[in-house]
């Protein structure tokens, strides 16, 4: 069987991304050189599928071969792809994900490792054949007896995190928020400002989108089909009202931006969700200034910007950490930090493997010191927003707590129509159905 490029090109990301390579950069890269749909579908459900996986599939592979700590890399990465294809790609028969892996195998690592390869996935697709995935499920530590190592292994997380779940979720919660990391997420979609949202929904039914009102923020819709990436610019470009935004990111810029007039200045704006929702809701009432320090990531709020019609005052470059501003000149900072992202990995195949357990005190150092600079850029009365895409308590309450015994002018503020103990939210991915998310407002008072 000639082998086919799209699997082999699969192979080659896969192989770039092991040996440093960033994910989405690998990714957008052999996208761009595939020139027919449905090759790019395959090749970026290849390249997520295997990196999402990566645990489950290297334990099935750890337990059924012989060669144990004699597979290498390349192999290894070839049987990804291949256990990828014969548990999650219903449309590749079995003996084409077989054979093709044969393939795959004899063309980047020699004949030698070929046997091997067509022995470790006939025999996978037999337990298939004979008992579904409750066969293969055999092959994992007990769900009864070790909770950790199941969820590491079957659900296919780092074990130190799934165990930080655990203590703190319980393990059924645990096991609901790992699962919910290996779904695709649905498009989710804002409607800017004051947009009249019936309309928007009739032009993309008319467009071919079907979307049903999101349960979590007031001008949110979800798509109930899965359009193409292509087709997602396309809509955005004929729809300048709307923005791709998560419902409980949605809910969480309506919880921080209650209220706000003024000066607003947004910290860490790129790629700029929040920036552009806030100024479409604050049009007439508020200015906002867009601040991040990564030049590449800045032109996508300018992108979104211009497509939208909602602009930022300014846009600048620089770190926040040494924000190039006089001290008390805004009404409100929004500090979006840079964190674990554990609330969002559904987005990011590669995020979890990422993470080490030292990220979490390293991010909560730096995001303290970008709040500290937060609250030296605040008017006497201004509102500190602070907000990460983590589920963590260091990155969250563990900065929030530090800032408010540090800065006793610093005290909760809910908006104004909720009740005051609502000053700081958070979503849950498990409990939500949505990107985790956590969201505090802090006022600095006029003086102590
Ligand atoms: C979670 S993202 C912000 C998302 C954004 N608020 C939105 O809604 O689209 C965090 C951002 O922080 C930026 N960042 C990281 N360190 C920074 C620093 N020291 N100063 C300013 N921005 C920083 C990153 O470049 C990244 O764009």
């Known amino acids: ?44 459900e290849l390249v997520r599928g295997v990196t999402q996986w990566r645990d489950r599939y290297g334990h099935i592979v750890d337990t059924l071969s012989r060669r144990k700590g004699g597979t290498g890399r390349d192999v290894r990465i070839v049987l990804g792809l291949g256990l990828h294809q014969l548990l999650a790609c219903d449309r590749v028969p079995s003996y084409a994900a077989v054979d093709q892996s044969v393939s795959l195998a004899s063309r980047v690592t020699g004949r030698k490792t070929a046997p091997y390869v067509n022995g470790l996935l006939q025999n996978v697709a037999r337990r298939l054949d004979a008992g579904g995935m409750d066969e293969l499920r055999k092959l994992f530590p007990e769900r009864e007896t070790d909770p950790p190592a199941y969820l590491a292994s079957w659900q296919s997380h ?72 292509g087709e997602i610019a396309k809509l955005l470009a004929d729809e300048p009202s ?32 929040k920036t552009v929702h806030l100024i479409a809701s604050h049009q007439g009432k508020a200015t906002l200034t867009a601040m991040d320090r990564n030049h590449g990531r800045l032109r996508l709020v300018s992108e979104t910007a211009v497509r939208s019609g909602h602009h930022p005052d300014a846009i600048v470059a620089a770190d926040g950490r040494r924000a190039p501003f006089a001290d008390a000149v805004y009404d409100a900072v929004l500090l979006d930090g840079p964190c674990s992202g554990t609330g969002v990995l559904r987005r990011h195949p590669e995020g979890r493997w990422r993470l080490r357990p030292e990220s979490l005190t390293r991010n909560a150092a730096r995001l303290l010191d970008l709040a500290r600079e937060a609250r030296r850029l605040l008017k006497p009365g201004g509102l500190l927003l602070y907000a990460t895409c983590s589920l963590e308590p260091e990155e969250n309450e563990g900065v929030v707590d530090s800032l408010l ?20 939210r958070s979503w849950l991915p498990h409990q939500d159905g949505a990107d985790g998310f956590f969201a505090v407002r802090l006022r600095r008072e006029e003086s102590v």
């Open 1 to 44: 069987m000639s082998l086919d490029p799209i699997r082999y090109q699969a192979w080659r990301t896969l192989s770039n991304i092991s040996k440093g390579g960033v994910f989405e950069h690998e990714l957008d890269t052999a996208l761009a050189r595939t020139a027919d749909p449905r090759d790019r579908r395959f090749l970026a």
């Open 158 to 229: 780092p074990r130190w995190l799934v165990e930080r779940w655990i203590d703190r979720f319980g393990f059924e919660s645990a096991e609901a928020l790992c699962r919910f990391n290996n779904l695709r997420p649905p498009l989710s979609l804002h409607v800017l400002g004051d947009a009249p949202i019936d309309t928007v929904v009739s032009r993309l039914t008319a467009a071919g989108l079907s979307v049903r009102p999101s349960s979590l923020a007031p001008r949110g819709l979800i798509a109930v089909t899965s359009p193409p990436r």
């Open 242 to 273: 709307l923005v791709v935004q998560d419902e409980a990111v949605q809910a969480a810029t309506e919880f921080l931006g209650a209220g706000i007039t003024g000066r607003i200045l947004d910290m860490c704006a790129a790629p700029g969700g």
């Open 405 to 424: 015994s540090e800065y006793p002018d610093l005290t909760p503020c809910a908006p104004a129509d909720d009740d005051p103990g609502i000053w700081r």
